[in-house]
């Protein structure tokens, strides 16, 4: 069984450009999860993908965008980059069925805005 | 307030001490619980997950709910150098719709277990 991965590992951007994260879902799983996280914090929720429709969306303005795949993949863009942007984004999958609750989370992409 | 208030630390023990880990929480709708460890710079890596009230034990972990007081609790026994790491709580209401299945985190508490 494959886990949840994500790309880039790594990312440095300049204030004001545009960034894409990806993400791949485990086996099996339809839902995918982003999340970002700041230094010394807990991750805080972005939005939330269920069959490539948006199913929830967290405290983040509109240049946080996203996709999913009919492969359960998925994209998280951010236009305009600030200087806050900087962080661990967080990719988790989970499945449709009784344990939709269990998420399932990817090594993350670190992102630095300068 | 916060949602989920958790205790950063650091929390230091020794090997084969029992170490508790705590969170408390606001929203009554809150039903599944969970703990996760993560090491540093990596991603999330889910320990327990629990659905209401009680006690749930794998291994060496023991998570407790206790909704009556919103409290949860993770209890590691003969704890081991390699247990090094921060142990974030989460919980959800659960379902879809709206916000309801996301995942709502306390800040983490960085735990080191000395040989």
């Known amino acids: 069984e494959t886990g949840v991965t994500q790309s880039p590992t790594h990312l440095i951007k300049t204030r004001g450009q545009q960034v894409t994260l990806r993400c791949s879902s485990q086996s099996g799983h339809n839902t995918v999860s982003w999340y970002q996280q700041a230094l010394g914090q807990g991750p805080q929720f972005i939005f939330q993908?269920?069959?490539?429709?948006?199913?929830g969306r967290g405290n983040f303005p509109p240049r946080f965008s996203g996709l999913q795949f009919p492969n359960y993949s998925s994209e998280l863009n951010v236009n305009a980059l600030e200087l806050d942007d900087s962080a661990l984004y967080l990719c988790?999958?989970?499945?449709?069925?009784?344990?939709?609750?269990?998420?399932?989370f990817g090594p993350g992409t670190r992102l630095t805005v300068l | 307030q916060k949602e989920v208030e958790q205790d950063p630390g650091p929390l230091s023990v020794p090997e084969g001490a029992i170490v508790s880990l705590n969170c408390t929480y606001s929203?009554?709708?809150?039903?599944?619980f969970m703990w996760y460890r993560q090491y540093s710079r990596k991603g999330p890596e889910l320990l327990m997950y629990?659905?209401?009230?009680g006690n749930k034990e794998d291994g060496r972990f023991t998570a407790q709910v206790d909704k009556s007081s919103k409290y949860i609790s993770l209890f590691i026994r003969d704890s081991q150098p390699s247990d090094s790491a921060t142990y974030l709580c989460a919980m959800t209401g659960g379902g879809r719709g709206s916000t309801l299945g996301r995942l709502y985190f306390g800040r983490g508490t960085q735990l080191t277990v000395w040989p």
């Open positions: 629990t659905y209401s009230s």
């Open positions: 993908y269920y069959r490539e429709e948006e199913n």
């Open positions: 988790a999958s989970s499945s449709s069925g009784k344990n939709y609750n269990e998420q399932f």
């Open positions: 929203n009554s709708a809150f039903q599944y």
